[in-house]
C-alpha cells in the first residue's frame, strides 16, 4: 500500500510570492492534515480536512489555506510569503483522524 | 489550551545502556496520547497510542507508559539504529494534536 505522497520536496521562493503544496494520502484515508515544523517550535496543527471539509483549524494567519478534493488529496496554499515562513511542511493522513501516517513532507525556504 | 512538554531535549546513550524519556501533558479531556519516531528527511512514523492511565505498550525495546500527567518512553538495551527524535503527542475534547518539541535521542557503539 503506498503511503502518502507530498509534492515536491523542495521549494524555494522569495518573500512576497505565494506557494501550493501538495500531498496524497494513503487510499481509503479521508482525514489530511497539515502542520508546520520547525527546530524552535516543534510540529505546530495547521488544519485538518475530513471528506473535502475543514473539520479542525490551528492558530495560523489567513495567509494559511487549503483544500481537499473529492478523491481524498489535499492541497496547501500560502500567500504573500514571510521569511519565518521557511520549515517542513507535513501532510498526514489518517482512518480515524487520530493515528497519524506522515509524508516526508516539502521543506520550504523563503529568501 | 493543551500543552505537551518533553525531556530531556537531547540524550546520548551508549548501546546497551537504557533509559526513559518523559512527556508530560496538560490536555483537557484526553483522548489519546501518542509516540512517534521521527529520522532526518523523514516524516515521523507512528510508535504507539495509549488511552487511559495505567495503560502499556511494548515494541521491541520500547515500551510506553502512561500515568495522569505523564507519559515515559524506555528504551531497553538500545542500538544505534533507535537513533531518532522521539515524538510525543496528544490529544484531547478539542480534538486537535498537539505535539511536544521532541528528544534527540543518539546511541553510540
Known amino acids: 500500500k503506498a503511503g502518502v505522497t507530498q509534492t515536491p520536496r523542495y521549494l524555494i521562493k522569495t518573500r512576497g510570492q505565494q506557494v501550493t503544496l501538495s500531498c496524497s494520502p494513503i487510499s481509503g484515508h479521508r482525514s489530511v492534515s497539515w502542520y508546520q515544523q520547525t527546530p524552535g517550535q516543534g510540529l505546530q496543527f495547521l488544519f485538518e480536512y475530513f471528506s473535502e471539509t475543514q473539520r479542525n483549524k490551528g492558530n495560523f494567519p489567513g495567509r494559511f489555506s487549503g483544500r481537499q478534493f473529492s478523491n481524498s488529496r489535499s492541497e496547501m496554499n500560502v500567500s504573500t510569503l514571510e521569511l519565518g515562513d521557511s520549515a517542513l511542511y507535513l501532510c498526514a493522513s489518517s482512518p480515524n483522524g487520530e493515528k497519524l501516517f506522515f509524508g516526508s513532507g516539502t521543506q520550504l525556504s523563503v529568501l | 489550551e493543551d500543552q505537551v512538554t518533553q525531556s530531556p531535549e537531547a540524550l546520548r546513550l551508549q548501546e546497551g545502556e537504557s533509559s526513559s524519556l518523559n512527556c508530560s501533558y496538560t490536555?483537557?479531556?484526553?483522548?489519546?496520547l501518542f509516540w512517534y519516531r521521527q529520522d532526518p528527511g523523514k516524516g515521523p512514523e507512528f510508535l504507539f497510542t495509549?488511552?487511559?492511565a495505567g495503560e502499556e505498550k511494548e515494541k521491541e525495546r520500547l515500551k510506553a507508559t502512561l500515568t495522569k500527567k505523564e507519559s515515559f518512553l524506555h528504551i531497553t538495551a538500545p542500538k544505534p539504529e533507535d537513533s531518532a527524535t522521539y515524538l510525543c503527542?496528544?490529544?484531547?475534547?478539542?480534538?486537535?494534536?498537539?505535539f511536544g518539541t521532541g528528544t534527540r535521542l543518539q546511541v553510540t557503539l
Open positions: 490536555v483537557s479531556g484526553l483522548r489519546g
Open positions: 503527542a496528544a490529544t484531547g475534547t478539542a480534538s486537535k494534536l498537539t
Open positions: 495509549l488511552y487511559s
